[in-house]
């Protein structure tokens, strides 16, 4: 235990400052960030723990190979691309909002939040499409026997093993916790897109309203930016998990 | 940017103070109800948790005249608990209904919202030099869920069907399908769904208490100079931001397979003679998602009652700390370890022994922090000036508490030991003594402590010290014989013994502990008196600063407004135990450092 004085200021954990040079609300989003990852993390190995204790698991190539108004087109993983690349690029535009943001342009800040927010929507879009397409879609399994037609859901999985049936390969029901990590962990990574669209509504209409003009800085975009970045980061290893692997 | 953030990191310590210079006006509503004011956060999340732990601690006295008495009828029991109680006598649903809430209110309510809620509030601000938390608002919220928490699980008391009453670990499958059991229907879901209020609070708690220790440390305080309160309440919000998330996860996934027929928790199941859909989903994987919070949840609960009580002895003893810095670091030993231990309540689910044999070695190796603070409070303690005061009675009592239960851990860490201890009273034993009483006496010597900083009265010593000498002799009756009981393979969560020959030896030991428990219960209802009594009537304080204590808390005014310093926020020159240093009896930590003064201590 020190007793000797040293002159303060000088030193950044010395106290009357902020140790990391940022507010206070910078600090707790990135401690909120931290809390929310291991909420994923636990949702993620959950996941993993399951599938690898299995012995098989759906083909994401075979799952994942439709595209809106293409009909019966097999194009593998190519709609859940265009999905990646939207959230993606509306992370650029959120960069470019929290950079217009540092020079103080109100105008600009708001053509990227504006950009941002299509994004997240149209990301929420291609989701509702997906997710659609995957509860309604029929697909031939064999159950006992008898061929059924069923979609993908919570509780029917039709991705399951083929096997030889009157001459043709077909399917049997395959592990039903595939539908429910699928549609539950996308479904919670859509909630936080949901979230994040709020949110950066609610930052373009304060900085339209001049809010931020008046407060001399836009560090409520840098906060609102973060999460963003951290809800694109989520995406893309729920993309590794259940598209890719 | 970095320029801008430091700007705006002086526009909040700006407009803090003219808040404080503003207000004048408060209402009754803004004043007591939708405060913003951490002191005043504070005495809500105590008179919440106060409130809880009457009600938890009567649920204990019921069970346990069922466990002590499994023969008798209590007609008034009827009158009390209608249908729970019919003819006078518990019905078994209700006892593990009844043992489910204990459980789950002393945890969560009490010693997590109760405990951290009330002193992180309170004295964070105080001690690190700050006008109010990082976010008054945010703190006003976190408050708030935790209110909105205690409605909807105080509600689940009264449904139909009972509350949940599948144990406070909540397992699938018994939690997951409703036809389980009676508890496992409404009162579940409501379970779940407060738990989730309740991770939002405790999430919105943690993030402020961390964020304000980080940031809004006043000159001169250094991250050495933190009273080791303020060390052990920062690790236990990081532990809560950390780990209740994986417990939000979990309770997702179960409330999924109780409503929307998912399959993550259920595989081959059959009730009734009916097989359920479900397949392919693990019961285990719950188990790992629950320990992962639920063990360094015992670390949330024990750690505040670590610090504070470090600090009460210090300042009894009217010496330093012994190893202040080993102090910090054991803590934030227990903090990692505490992530890396959770599979050793899990010894006996089939777990993999060699991974089991990791588990025993790192759990075993938490004794090794836990050995250097016990050290520290006795050598703290050892031929020390101590004066007994009622909050530093508890603060030793806490002590004797965590090494009698400490010891019991390394038994239980073994997980050679534990095939045959688990799911024991011997368990029951250890985690009462270790992390429920232990943390409850962490709790009591902050209440003594600091009630004439949070009222501005002395609590009435008389009852105070029948307070700690009827609980410690109380605790002491209650929990060690349960070890022998255990030991004895007596089993936890039964209803009634008395059809067992092989414990029938224990019937007059069980009707002697619901006897002690009793008696221990009203010596806690005599506190909640002295506690509502002395709020009002207790006698004033006069010295700003009783104890004659180092930290910044004491240099407020006795009754501090919003704000806290009526004038500047004092500066820090010195670590906050400079105890009996150079002749003087205590060197608060404002006084700037002589020039004659030795260096070091």
């Known amino acids: 235990m020190s007793t000797t004085a040293i002159p303060t200021n000088t030193k950044w954990w010395n106290g009357g400052r902020s140790p990391f040079n940022i507010s206070y609300g910078k600090v707790m989003m990135w401690y909120f960030l931290m809390s929310d990852a291991f909420t994923f993390g636990a949702f993620l190995i959950s996941y993993g723990t399951i599938r690898f204790s299995v012995n098989h698991w759906a083909d994401p190539n075979h799952v994942f190979n439709a595209f809106p108004f293409a009909g019966h087109a097999n194009l593998p993983l190519a709609f859940v691309s265009l999905m990646t690349f939207i959230l993606i690029f509306s992370s650029v535009t959120m960069v470019l909002a929290v950079h217009e943001g540092h020079k103080m342009n109100r105008k600009g800040v708001e053509k990227y939040m504006i950009l941002t927010i299509l994004g997240g929507l149209a990301f929420l879009g291609c989701q509702a499409w997906e997710w659609t397409h995957m509860i309604t879609g029929d697909h031939a399994v064999l159950v006992n026997g008898q061929i059924e037609h069923w979609g993908t859901t919570v509780t029917r999985n039709p991705w399951g093993p083929e096997v030889m049936h009157n001459g043709a390969m077909v399917a049997t029901p395959g592990p039903i916790a595939f539908g429910g990590y699928f549609f539950g962990i996308t479904g919670f990574h859509g909630f936080h897109v949901f979230s994040g669209v709020i949110i950066n509504l609610v930052m ?22 973060l999460y963003w970045h951290f809800v694109d980061l989520v995406w893309v290893f729920v993309f590794l998990c259940f598209y890719l692997v | ?54 009600i938890g601690g009567l649920f204990s006295v019921v069970f346990r005249l069922q466990l002590g008495y499994p023969e008798s009828t209590f007609p008034w029991l009827e009158d009390l608990l209608g249908h729970w109680a019919a003819g006078g006598k518990l019905k078994p649903e209700f006892y593990y209904a009844l043992v489910t809430m204990h459980g789950t209110i002393l945890v969560f309510f009490v010693l997590t919202a109760g405990l951290s809620g009330t002193f992180a509030n309170f004295l964070i601000p105080l001690q690190i030099g700050a006008r109010d938390m990082a976010s008054p608002m945010l703190n006003m919220l976190s408050y708030w869920f935790f209110f909105l928490a205690s409605t909807i699980m ?17 397992y699938p499958p018994l939690s997951a399908l409703g036809d389980a059991s009676s508890g496992a229907k409404i009162g579940m879901d409501l379970w779940l769904v407060s738990m989730a209020m309740f991770i939002v609070s405790s999430l919105l708690g943690g993030l402020n208490y961390i964020t304000t220790i980080l940031n809004m440390r006043t000159k001169g305080m250094s991250m050495t100079r933190l009273p080791l309160t303020i060390w052990a309440l920062f690790f236990t919000a990081v532990l809560g931001v950390l780990s209740f998330p994986v417990l939000l996860s979990g309770a997702i996934l179960l409330l999924f397979d109780r409503n929307l027929g998912t399959s993550f928790y259920l595989s081959d199941i059959v009730i009734a003679g009916k097989i359920l859909p479900n397949e392919g989903g693990s019961a285990i994987l719950f188990q790992h998602l629950f320990w992962f919070l639920g063990h360094p949840e015992v670390y949330i609960i024990l ?68 050995a250097i603070k016990v050290f520290n409070w006795l050598t703290t303690l050892w031929r020390a000036n101590i004066r007994f005061t009622p909050g530093m009675l508890f603060a030793i009592g806490f002590v004797s508490l965590f090494i009698s239960g400490g010891l019991t851990g390394i038994f239980l860490g073994n997980s050679a030991l534990d095939l045959h201890l688990h799911d024991t009273y011997f368990v029951v034993a250890h985690f009462h003594i270790v992390m429920g009483v232990a943390s409850f006496f962490g709790m009591f010597a902050g209440v003594y402590h600091w009630f004439p900083k949070m009222f501005g009265r002395y609590l009435n010593n008389t009852m105070a010290y029948i307070h700690f000498w009827v609980t410690i002799v109380g605790a002491y009756l209650i929990f060690w014989p349960m070890h022998y009981q255990g030991l004895a393979g007596m089993p936890r969560r039964y209803y009634d013994f008395s059809g067992w020959s092989s414990f029938n030896m224990f019937s007059g030991l069980n009707e002697f502990i619901s006897f002690v428990s009793m008696i221990v219960f009203a010596a806690q209802l005599l506190f909640v008196f002295n506690f509502f009594y002395s709020m009002f009537k207790g006698r004033k304080v006069t010295d700003a600063n009783p104890w004659g204590s180092n930290t910044l808390e004491w240099t407020t005014p006795i009754n501090p407004g919003h704000g806290n310093w009526p004038g500047e926020i004092p500066e820090v020159y010195r670590g906050a135990y400079d105890y009996a240093k150079d002749g003087k009896e205590f060197i608060p930590q404002n006084v700037p450092v002589g020039d004659d003064e030795s260096k070091g201590h």
């Not at chain 2, 003219?18 to 504070?42: G, W």
């Not at chain 2, 105080?154 to 909540?170: D, E, H, M, N």
């Not at chain 2, 600090?311 to 190893?323: H, L, T, W, Y």
């Open chain 1, 204 to 225: 373009y209409i304060k900085t339209k309203l001049g809010h931020f003009d008046q407060r001399g800085h836009y560090e409520m975009i840098e906060k609102a930016g």
């Open chain 2, 1 to 54: 940017m970095s320029s801008a953030a430091t700007l705006h990191h002086a526009d909040v310590h700006g407009s803090h103070d003219a808040h404080h210079e503003h207000h004048h006006h408060e209402t009754f509503i803004t004043k007591y109800v939708f405060s913003q004011d951490h002191k005043m956060i504070a005495k809500q999340f105590l008179v919440t948790g106060i409130i809880w732990a009457i």
């Open chain 2, 154 to 170: 105080f509600c689940s008391l009264f449904v139909q069907t009972g509350p949940a009453s599948g144990g406070w670990t909540i």
């Open chain 2, 303 to 370: 750690l505040p009652a670590m610090g504070m009580s470090s600090e009460i002895i210090s300042v009894n003893s009217r010496k330093p700390i012994f190893g202040y810095m080993a102090m910090v670091g054991s803590v934030f030993a227990i903090a990692i370890l505490a992530f890396l231990v959770w599979a050793h309540h899990m010894f006996v689910t089939g777990l993999n022994p060699f991974l089991g044999s990791v588990f025993v070695l790192l759990t075993l190796l938490i004794a090794v922090p836990s």
